[in-house]
């Protein structure tokens, strides 16, 4: 059964009858299937994939055509998991207007559940419009990397004792007025641990962490940093690599190569002989043995 928006909005860890939520990042068919069989409960189709999608150094190139094609590919997988899809930058920020005509525009088109957007006070007021149509809100504090100009980098936020952005006191301020919004939950990005915990403690809807303690009620993380697919690049902190697959992935193209160089792929196996296809099945038009779906794309093997 699908996760729905109500149900996340009541998870809360310190209840004593939810255990974390867990989130990942997912941008195509393919992998949000893996992600639904590994019992994800929310695929965040997230405008990280500017970076590691589309090799951009920030998210800010991220159009909202693209966040919608990409959310549709996943929308299609997902049966189970909650979808919610990141709104980029500059297509709420406008005017509500805006904000309402991209949101719908990844619910009606792309098929999320609900969005996802940045900023905590500045934001309230278009995230209680957004939800007042009845459009989900998962809000995202802390280090929102949409702001990395003003951040200067993507560095750790809530450490400053002044009260401007970025402190500690505003980013409690933030999580405060997205739940008074409406909010159904909210991402806390890149904060020491015991802000994070103050937050999860003041709040009733569910706090999602990343690099934020296990105190927040879930956790997300990036699905090609978790996966171990990028290789050699800057490692923060909080990132915990579960799989090499990006070494795996070089690994396994090195043995391509060398077989195909060698001609020891492709083998007799893997190649067509001379024997007819089953008449029945040239016989209608249209059809072809590779697409038939017998399991074997091997001529011989369905004549
Ligand atoms: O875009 C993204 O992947 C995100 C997560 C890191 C929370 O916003």
């Not at 990028?230 to 690599?241: A, N, Y």
Request: aromatic residues 4%.
């Amino acid at each position: 059964m699908r996760i729905s928006v109500p149900a996340v909005r009541h998870w809360k860890v310190a209840d004593g009858t939810h255990k974390p939520l867990v989130m990942v990042t997912a941008y195509d068919y393919t992998f949000a299937k893996l992600a639904e069989a590994a019992g994800m409960d929310i695929l965040l189709v997230g405008d990280s994939l500017g970076m590691v999608i589309q090799g951009h150094s920030s998210t800010l190139p991220v159009t909202l055509d693209e966040m919608i094609y990409h959310t549709r590919c996943v929308s299609r997988a997902a049966h189970n998991a909650l979808v919610v899809a990141d709104m980029p930058f500059l297509s709420y920020q406008i005017s509500e207007t805006h904000a309402i005509e991209a949101a719908g525009r990844l619910i009606k088109e792309g098929g999320a559940s609900a969005v996802k957007l940045e900023g905590g006070e500045v934001m309230a007021s278009t995230v209680r419009r957004l939800v007042d149509l009845d459009i989900p809100v998962m809000g995202h504090i802390g280090m929102t990397p949409q702001s990395i100009h003003r951040m200067g980098g993507y560095k750790v936020q809530g450490r400053s004792t002044s009260t401007g952005a970025g402190s500690a006191e505003q980013i409690v301020r933030d999580a405060k007025a997205l739940e008074e919004a409406g909010a159904f939950s909210v991402v806390i990005e890149c904060v020491p641990q015991d802000l994070a915990a103050t937050i999860t403690k003041e709040l009733s809807i569910p706090t999602i962490g990343i690099g934020a303690s296990s105190d927040c009620d879930g956790q997300v993380l990036v699905s090609y940093d978790l996966l171990g697919l990028q290789t050699g690049e800057h490692r923060p902190k909080f990132l915990k690599q579960f799989a090499q697959l990006g070494k795996a992935a070089v690994d396994a193209l090195v043995t391509y190569g060398d077989e195909v160089r060698s001609r020891t792929f492709p083998s007799p196996t893997e190649c067509y002989q001379d024997s007819p296809p089953r008449p029945s099945l040239t016989a209608m038009p249209g059809h072809n043995a590779v697409n038939e779906g017998t399991g074997t794309s091997d001529g011989k093997a369905v004549a």
